[in-house]
C-alpha cells in the first residue's frame, strides 16, 4: 500500500538520494520539507521533480507553525528526518547553528509529530512512523583497529556538530520513552556518491584535481573512516523506515574502511585513468597531496558493525569502495553543469519562486 512519507532536509546530499530512490523504486507519496541553505540543491531533484508523488515545501523545521499545516495537510504514515547542519568544520567555527537546527529543530519536528500522532484516529495512530537519520559520529572515535560501533556503543561525540546531534539522538528515544512516539534511529558511517556537496572530503578533492588545486589532508592522512555509497544508504533507510522494529536503532555502514589518504590516491589514480587530460602545470594528480594542520578534536577512527540491520532486515551493501568510488568520479566528470552551478552559485536561483507552496493534496 502507498505511504505518504515527510522526508525533511530532502534537498541535502543524502536526502536527495533517498527521495530519487522513493521516487523512482517505489509507489509511495514523499512530501520534501527543506529550508534551502546552502547545501540544500533543487537541481539535484530535477529527475523527480515531476512526479504526480512528490512535492516541495520550502520551510523551517524550527518553525512550529509550518510543521503542524504540513502534518494537517498531507497527514503523513511516516516521517524521515534527515534535515541537520553537518560540516564539522563549519560546526567549529558557528557552533550556533548546529545546536539551533539539530537540537532545537528536532525538538520541534518530535513536537508536531506528537501533536498529529496523539490527535489522529486508531488505524493512522497505529502506522505512523518518526525515523530519525543520524551519524556514527556520536560514538567518538575508535582506539585501534579491530573495534566496530554497535548500537549500543557509548556517546563520546567530540565537535558541536556531533554533539548536537548526539543530542537530538537523546531527545527522539526520551520522545519514545515519555510519550510513546513510534520512533526509529538509524546511524550512518560516510557517505559518497553523486550530487555531494563539494565541501565534503571526496568531491573537493575531485574538484580540486580537476582545477590543479592543492588537495588538503588533514594531519598525517591516517584517519579511518568507513565509507558507504549513498544510494545503498537511501535502500537500508527505506527498510528501516517501513520495517524497523519500534524503539530500535539500526547501524548503517558500507564495511568500506579506508584511509583518508588512501582515499585521496585512490581518487587521483582514476582520475589518471578517466581524466588523463590535466590541468596546465601538473605533471600528476598525486602532486597536489598537500598535507595541512590537523582539524580540532579529529577523530581517528569510525567504523560500523552493520550486523544488526542486516539480520533483521536482509540489507547489505551493494557496492565495495571500488565500485562506489569509480562510479562516483564517472559521474563528477559527466554532470560539470551540476557542480558549476554549485561552484558558481547559479544554483541558488533554482530556489526562487519556491515559497511553501500550500499544494492541492486531494489527489497526492
Known amino acids: 500500500m502507498p505511504l505518504t512519507i515527510l522526508v525533511t532536509g530532502g534537498a541535502g546530499f543524502i536526502g536527495s538520494a533517498l527521495i530519487r530512490h522513493l521516487i523512482g523504486n517505489t509507489d509511495h507519496r514523499v512530501v520534501n520539507l527543506d529550508k534551502l ?11 523527480v521533480a515531476d512526479s504526480d508523488r512528490y512535492r516541495f515545501e520550502r520551510g523551517d523545521i524550527c518553525d512550529r507553525t509550518v510543521l503542524s499545516r504540513l502534518f494537517a495537510e498531507y497527514r503523513p504514515d511516516i516521517v524521515m528526518h534527515l534535515a541537520a547542519e553537518s560540516h564539522v568544520d563549519r560546526s567549529i567555527d558557528s557552533p550556533g547553528e548546529f545546536i539551533q537546527t539539530n537540537l532545537i ?4 519536528l518530535l513536537e508536531a ?23 556514527d559520529e556520536v560514538y567518538g572515535d575508535l582506539h585501534g583497529a579491530d573495534g566496530l560501533f554497535t548500537e549500543t556503543t557509548p556517546y563520546a561525540p567530540s565537535s558541536p556538530y556531533s554533539a548536537s546531534k548526539a543530542g537530538s539522538d537523546h531527545l527522539v528515544r526520551a520522545w519514545q520513552r515519555t510519550y510513546g ?11 559518497y556518491g553523486p550530487y555531494h556537496f563539494p565541501e565534503k572530503l571526496i568531491p573537493h578533492m575531485i574538484l ?19 565509507w558507504l555509497y549513498v544510494e545503498d544508504h537511501a535502500r537500508a533507510l527505506v527498510a528501516v523506515a517501513t520495517r524497523g522494529e519500534i524503539g530500535e536503532t539500526y547501524n548503517i555502514g558500507g564495511h568500506n574502511e579506508q584511509r583518508n589518504i588512501d582515499v585521496v590516491t585512490a581518487i587521483c589514480d582514476l582520475l589518471e585513468e578517466l581524466a588523463p587530460e590535466k590541468p596546465a602545470g601538473v605533471a600528476a594528480y598525486r602532486d597536489l597531496i598537500t598535507f595541512v594542520e590537523d582539524r580540532s578534536g579529529h577523530d ?27 562510479k562516483t568520479v564517472q559521474w563528477y566528470l559527466e554532470h560539470r553543469d551540476w557542480w558549476q552551478r554549485v561552484l558558481s552559485g547559479q544554483y541558488r536561483l533554482t530556489r526562487l519562486g519556491t515559497g511553501l507552496s500550500g499544494a492541492d493534496t486531494e489527489n497526492f
Not at 529543530?105 to 520541534?108: L, R
Request: with cysteine.
Open 105 to 108: 529543530g528536532t525538538y520541534e
Open 113 to 135: 509529530a506528537r501533536g498529529y500522532w496523539q490527535s489522529a484516529d486508531s488505524a493512522v495512530k497505529a502506522a505512523f512512523r518518526f525515523h530519525h537519520i543520524s551519524t
Open 208 to 226: 580540486n584535481a580537476l582545477h590543479g588545486k592543492p588537495l588538503p589532508v588533514y594531519g598525517d592522512g591516517a584517519q579511518v573512516r568507513d
Open 37 to 47: 541553505t546552502y547545501a540544500g540543491n533543487l537541481d539535484s531533484l530535477a529527475s
Open 300 to 326: 581517528r577512527r569510525y567504523a560500523i558493525d552493520a550486523g544488526k540491520i542486516e539480520r533483521g532486515l536482509g540489507w547489505t551493501p551493494e557496492e565495495t569502495f571500488a565500485t562506489g568510488l569509480r
Open 181 to 191: 512516539l513510534p520512533v526509529v534511529i538509524t546511524n550512518c558511517s560516510n557517505n
